[in-house]
């Protein structure tokens, strides 16, 4: 249970200090996550690069980085808070559909290990951003490798059909076109099928299938050093993440003996069962045949549940009055969809206790929104059995104004 690694004692202390909502985050969790990544892919010896989008925190990101991983980012920003957090820029990878050229140029300027760029017209853009710089720009291609992961399909991105990557066929001509360029430096190729994979089959399906390619291209006179497998690995809410030695034998029986340095880009597996969001009570009530309990984080805070159907782990720090009931945990926020949990099963909580909902160290902060002119939430990171630190302190009112003119 996750719950060993969150004391309650230690919860009760954050929150008194830091007010609430504030996720809190598990440094011994984290870099246990991270840790079992690096023991599974040992005989690999693979570039790690974190996805920033999963949790760009630079508390989390610090951990990452000096554990010798990089940063996969996928925006400009992003990028700023890498290099910021401490990760190398010849270990970040710049990924994302729509790369400005502004961010192209940024990016360059960095000294990123390669963009990965997904169309034609972005390798173009590039092209003319090295041309103006006097630079040869080290690029890859995400490609789509039409492979169905079988998850949500909002977190589906491995199909032909999505807006993610580019075919096979429409990626041998752009490789083609990018080597005989005095100004592009062909060094990958990628995919990424998706999140919450829970099955090593998708990506030895479409591992074989970026081998295959790749081998192609060497043939045609066109060689890359490296192969990224991207991320997406599966993890339960509730649980740490399943044994990534399952992908790495998947992926070994495909790259072993090909000269390829292969990339992975873990993110979500590694952040999500790292952090709780805390919760205050504020009151019960009954709708209907429901049972309410209404705190003060709201979807602003935690979306995945309203977004993506999550269902996070709930559970009450102390303990509750009478039997277990059914409660919808809701906050504040003027929208039906305003949920933290469905159908969660407590005890009677008493106004003022605090409320953990488990599995939120990814795509929760990240995510967040200043929604219904509420500030975003604190970050503290625990240490030690008893030692914490504030990684981010909570937004003001002030803050909601500050960039208005």
């Known amino acids: 249970m996750l719950s060993k690694y969150f004391r309650p004692a230690l919860l009760e202390k954050i929150a008194a200090k830091a007010g609430t909502p504030v996720y809190v985050y598990s440094q011994e969790l984290f870099l246990r996550q991270v840790r079992a990544y690096k023991r599974a892919f040992r005989g690999l010896d693979p570039l790690f690069c974190y996805a920033m989008k999963a949790n760009s925190s630079a508390g989390l990101c610090g951990l990452a980085a000096r554990e010798g991983f990089g940063a996969d980012v996928v925006s400009g920003g992003e990028l700023y808070r890498a290099v ?75 199909k032909l059909g999505s807006k993610f990557g580019v075919s096979f066929a429409e990626a041998e ?81 495909v790259f072993a003996g090909t000269g390829l340095k292969l990339i992975l880009e873990p993110g979500r597996s590694v952040a999500a069962p790292s952090g709780v969001l805390l919760a205050r009570v504020i009151y019960r009530k009954r709708g209907g045949r429901k ?15 309203a977004l993506y159907g999550a269902k996070h782990p709930v559970a009450l720090i102390g303990k509750g009055r009478g039997p277990e009931k059914t409660y919808d945990i809701v906050g504040p926020v003027c929208e039906s969809g305003d949920f933290l949990a469905e159908g969660a099963r407590l005890r009677e909580p008493a106004p003022g206790q605090l409320l953990a909902v488990y599995s939120a160290g990814a795509y929760g902060f990240s995510m967040s929104s200043q929604y219904n002119s509420r500030p975003r939430a604190a970050e503290a990171l625990i240490t030690g059995p008893s030692s914490w630190r504030l990684i981010r302190r909570r937004e003001t009112y002030k803050d909601l104004v500050a960039p208005e003119l």
């Open 291 to 305: 049972n309410f309990v209404i705190v003060d984080a709201a979807m602003n805070d935690l979306i995945r549940p």
């Open 84 to 158: 910021r957090a401490g990760f190398k820029p010849g270990k970040i990878i710049f990924s994302g559909v729509g790369k400005t050229p502004e961010e192209l140029e940024y990016a360059l300027k960095t000294g990123v290990l390669f963009v990965n760029a997904e169309s034609f017209e972005e390798v173009q853009e590039l092209e003319r951003v090295a041309r103006c710089l006097k630079l040869r720009a080290p690029m890859s291609l995400r490609i789509n490798p039409d492979v169905d992961p079988h998850t949500h399909k909002y977190i589906t991105t491995g």
């Open 173 to 253: 001509k752009i490789y083609l076109y990018a080597a005989a360029s005095r100004w592009l430096q062909p060094a990958a190729a990628q995919f990424h099928i998706g999140s919450q994979v829970h099955s090593a089959r998708p990506y030895a399906l479409a591992a074989r299938r970026l081998a295959a390619f790749m081998a192609r291209l060497a043939a045609a006179g066109v060689r890359l050093e490296y192969a990224d497998v991207g991320g997406g690995w599966g993890v339960k809410e509730g649980s740490e993440m399943a044994d990534p030695a399952l992908l790495a034998r998947a992926i070994d029986g």
